[in-house]
């Protein structure tokens, strides 16, 4: 569940969605149905598993640093130092010098 997550942005949908599959895991390792309707605190109890949330935060902290300490040129860390242009784009085609 965290390898696609070290590289992906924590919208909230995305963390909705590791904590509903994390809930229905840990329910499927103690065949437990919602039905049941033991609280979650006691099923994490009783799987003594972390939160999937802050383990793909401390994922994402390991990344980037792992990013920033490379010096060998790679996209990853030209990523993180990006800054967008502010600017607007003029309205129309480009102006090229007139070709002789």
Do not use: C
Request: hydrophobic share 35%.
């Amino acid at each position: 569940m965290t390898y696609e997550s070290k590289s992906s942005s924590l919208t909230m949908g995305f963390i909705r969605r590791l904590r509903v599959t994390q809930r229905a895991m840990e329910r499927a390792m103690l065949g437990v149905s919602l039905r049941d309707q033991i609280r979650v605190e006691e099923i994490r109890r009783r799987t003594r598993v972390t939160d999937i949330v802050q383990r793909v935060a401390k994922l994402k902290w390991q990344w980037a640093g792992n990013i920033a300490r490379r010096t060998d040129g790679r996209w990853g860390l030209k990523v993180l130092e990006w800054r967008p242009r502010t600017g607007k784009r003029s309205v129309g085609m480009q102006q090229h010098p007139t070709r002789t």
